[in-house]
């Protein structure tokens, strides 16, 4: 099998989502019309259920994390973008649907309901936020009914509470929209970028390609000056950085302290887009006549050029041989040896836009090394599916090739072994989506496919 065929990019795509539907889909009624709500009417259905990677079934509890209704939501639509049965855009619709009757309050998305609406936690977060433009984003591009006003209510929303005059976003707000820490985050910036991205490729509306550019040039490029070219992911208010930010928390669930080889795969693959978009005659690259004051926004040698450094820089930090050690400290030693499944999915969509970007700007070897990479990811990837075709959130153990790993719930779990995601769970497969997604997409573009 030629994992850079993209007939094989297309057909894994829509085996991830075979593996979610139905199963996934929480039924409590018939669709609706993705309308402002208010706060809130019951919803017309229940959202989406976690699935267990080992037997298929969805886990107890009725929790909805605003993070994983988008994420979902966002899978099926690319499931009806790639052509993908009519079950795919029922599938998105009925997440949005869930969006709008469930998660949305007067202003702002609460970030966990249960299955009746009922708000659990009102936290308004940046990175669910940035979740709900990438889920607009994507059900528009599938063409489905409403998607595009939702996109724009969900940018606007972004401008009006979250970006700040720098054009990076500011951090977790509550109810009220007050802030709840003097904290910046890269990771919530990051996913922005790939939501204006999105925003960018259903819409053609130059503002979201703007937006990201912003984002991509203020983490990768001026903030990542100071660090050697590296990602730090935690800064104080007036984005220095924060290097004690949880410094004594290494496994903290969302903000562990340390470089992640994974978001430096991320941004790479992000970079290769911008490079893709962004650029003379979407060429990529550097050129002041097309644009204007956007000029500054660019890296001095290109999108490209920045994107393969952020590559070669997650796999110098923590490439182990079967996957990517999760964080690394300042000095380079390694702080979390577990790998978790999403790296390896974000390595595998990196490395197939770097190797579409290289063929476009000429450079044969890149082309070549980053096909291998992508080659060698789709391997490794085998050992985070689960049996029932899902995939688990990491592995731990023994020979991770960088240490050994604790149970962070303590205990020995034995010799590398799988973790399933905790309920309610914000990974309904959407990393390897994106990777099977953008490995159809770019090599169907190098091939003329």
């Known amino acids: 099998m030629e994992h850079d065929d993209p007939a094989v990019g297309r057909a894994r795509l829509l085996a991830t989502v075979r593996v979610q539907y139905p199963d996934t889909l929480d ?40 993070v994983a209704t988008c994420r979902a939501t966002a899978n099926f639509a690319l499931g009806a973008v790639a052509g993908g049965p009519d079950w795919c855009r029922e599938a998105a619709s009925h997440g949005l649907d869930f969006l709008a009757d469930g998660h949305r309050g007067a202003e702002g998305f609460h970030l966990v309901v249960d299955a009746d609406g009922d708000t659990v936690d009102r936290t308004r ?115 220095d950085h924060d ?61 490209y050029a920045r994107a393969v450094e952020l590559f070669d820089d997650a796999v110098d930090l923590g490439w182990t041989g079967d996957g990517f050690a999760y964080t690394v400290g300042r000095d380079g030693a390694v702080r979390v040896p577990d790998r978790y499944g999403w790296a390896v999915a974000e390595g595998i969509g990196a490395a197939a836009a770097l190797a579409e970007r290289a063929e476009a700007h000429g450079v044969e070897r890149d082309d070549e090394r980053f096909r291998e990479w992508h080659a060698r990811l789709v391997d490794c990837a085998e050992r985070f599916r689960g049996p029932a075709g899902l995939w688990y959130e990491k592995r731990v153990g023994a020979d991770s090739g960088a240490g050994v790993a604790a149970d962070p719930a303590g205990g020995d779990r034995g010799n590398d072994s799988r973790v399933p995601p905790d309920p309610p769970g914000v990974e309904p497969d959407y990393h390897p989506l994106g990777a099977w997604y953008e490995s159809w997409r770019s090599f169907g573009a190098t091939t003329g496919w």
């Open 243 to 303: 290097f004690a930010y949880n410094a004594d928390e290494p496994r903290h669930q969302f903000r562990p302290p340390g470089y992640q080889p994974g978001h430096h795969l991320e941004w790479a693959k992000l970079l290769a887009l911008l490079d893709r978009y962004d650029g003379p005659a979407n060429g990529g690259g550097h050129d002041a006549s097309d644009a204007g004051d956007a000029a500054d926004d660019r890296p001095e040698n290109g999108w």
């Open 27 to 66: 039924r409590r009624g018939s669709g609706g019309d993705h309308g402002d709500h208010g706060d809130h009417e019951s919803p017309t259905c229940g959202g989406f259920e976690l699935l267990h990677p080992t037997t298929g079934e969805p886990y107890s509890g009725d929790r909805r994390h605003l």
């Open 125 to 239: 977060s940046a990175y669910a936020h940035a979740f709900v433009l990438l889920a607009y984003a994507r059900a528009t591009e599938a063409g489905l009914d409403g998607a595009r006003d939702g996109l724009d209510r969900a940018a606007d929303l972004l401008d009006d509470r979250f970006v700040e005059s720098s054009g990076l976003l500011r951090s977790d707000c509550d109810p009220d929209w007050d802030e709840l820490e003097p904290y910046r985050g890269q990771n919530a910036n990051m996913h922005a970028c790939e939501a204006y991205l999105a925003a960018y490729e259903a819409t053609g509306d130059d503002r979201f390609l703007a937006r990201a550019r912003t984002i991509a040039h203020g983490l990768t490029v001026r903030l990542a000056a100071e660090t050697d070219g590296l990602l730090w992911e935690h800064y104080t208010a007036d984005w």
